[in-house]
């Protein structure tokens, strides 16, 4: 793995990252991941950005604040590097915020400095910026948005106002993206129906197509999203390597980047545990050291680099600590990801025979688990 991963960086470590065609700049971006690439091209960066400052408006809607957990974990660049080697100003983040509200020391406050409700009107009447929405947009109960208040004001009508006037908006999470854990089967979910920026679940639209609003959007979900998702997407926009005004080449059909989901290829495909799916070795229970399928993993269904690039700044990832990944990445999770320790696909797939079955019988191992899984993918795709 390191071998590889110096022979990536000698690949691209000439290049004129500011003068390559997209096509190149996003795979350099997928191959380095952010540590090598803001090493490598870092005064590149500064170079070409330090004449345009970049502001950012992050909002939070119905969510767990676990995205900016995320992005502030980053290592190598640390966020506020990241955001410095960038040029990025992050105008407005309601966690990272100092402003004390309309009150201070029992005087009406009437200021931008200590009033974030005066701040985010004047950075939405100046426009310009790139608005991050990590969160769900409650729409209920019946349309008035009223399942999500934030300082009297419903979430709904926050993001309307600054998506309106918006150069363009990064969806960051699968909650902000298809509605994530908030729109988990429940009897309450109509009267919330909370929803993604432009999609839910498996849904086009989102809150955008209930307000009517056209904007260009990336979603990057992930339960948490990575680091360097977020990252080296802004970076692509800001170098103008993504064409905001044409995002068709870039994006998946579910809005996201195929650099970091890519639609011909799965987790699974390059899951360290593969070698065990092949030879049949499933494990039952865990700890068991197998293939992690009959206790309900998901990879096969599931488009993401996660296995390459990896988490915690590249240390290992969940079916490698022997936790089943649960297709946080997809327009399906959570509700089609559940139950998510269980193998969900009993019904037979191969002639009939149920995978368990096969493995049990050892007949041809590998050759029988390929069918299998081509045959998973093939279902999958029509």
Same mark, same amino acid.
């Given at each position: ?215 260009? =959007?990336?979603? /990057?979900?992930?339960?948490? %999203?990575? @680091? ?6 802004? #970076?692509? &926009? !800001?170098? *103008? ?87 946080? =990445?997809?327009? /399906?999770?959570?509700?089609? %990801?559940? @139950? ?6 009993? #019904?037979? &797939? !191969?002639? *009939? ?30």
């Amino acid at each position: 793995m390191a071998s590889e991963k110096l022979n990536m960086i000698e690949q691209f470590k000439n290049l004129d990252i500011l003068k390559v065609d997209r096509r190149t700049f996003l795979k350099a971006v997928a191959a380095l991941g952010a540590t090598s690439f803001v090493s490598i091209y870092g005064n590149q960066l500064v170079k070409a950005l330090e004449f345009s400052e970049t502001k950012v408006l992050w909002l939070h809607g119905a969510e767990c604040t676990g995205c900016s957990e995320s992005a502030l974990n980053a290592s190598a660049p640390e966020f506020a590097d990241a955001l410095a080697q960038l040029n990025v100003s992050l105008v407005y983040h309601e966690t990272l915020l100092a402003q004390q509200g309309i009150f201070v020391d029992g005087k009406l406050v009437g200021t931008s400095d200590l009033n974030g409700e005066i701040l985010l009107d004047e950075l939405v009447e100046a426009g310009g910026y790139i608005l991050v929405v990590e969160g769900s947009i409650g729409n209920g109960p019946d349309g008035t948005g009223k399942i999500n208040m934030i300082g009297n004001h419903t979430f709904k009508s926050i993001f309307e106002k600054t998506a309106k006037k918006a150069a363009a908006i990064i969806a960051l999470g699968t909650c902000s993206t298809y509605g994530g854990i908030t729109v988990t089967d429940s009897a309450t979910k109509k009267y919330c129906d909370f929803m993604g920026v432009n999609q839910t679940e498996n849904k086009k639209g989102g809150m955008m197509e209930v307000l009517g609003i056209n904007k260009p =959007v990336i979603n /990057i979900p992930g339960c948490p %999203s990575h @680091p360097d998702w977020f990252f080296l997407t802004v #970076a692509a &926009v !800001l170098l *103008g390597k993504i064409d905001l005004a044409n995002l068709n080449g870039v994006l998946d059909s579910n809005g996201r980047p195929k650099v970091f989901y890519p639609p011909n290829a799965t987790l699974h495909d390059n899951c360290p545990r593969r070698g065990f799916y092949d030879r049949g070795v499933l494990d039952k229970r865990f700890a068991e050291g197998g293939c992690l399928w009959k206790v309900g993993c998901k990879a096969p269904y599931t488009h993401s680099d996660c296995a390459l690039r990896k988490w915690n700044n590249g240390t290992s990832l969940c079916m490698q600590v022997g936790g089943p990944c649960i297709a946080c =990445v997809e327009p /399906i999770f959570p509700n089609g %990801s559940m @139950p998510y320790y269980t193998e969900t696909e009993s #019904a037979g &797939v !191969l002639f *009939g025979v149920n995978i368990g079955t096969v493995a049990a019988l050892a007949i041809g191992a590998a050759v029988v688990a390929a069918g299998v899984h081509a045959v998973r993918r093939i279902n999958k795709e029509k």
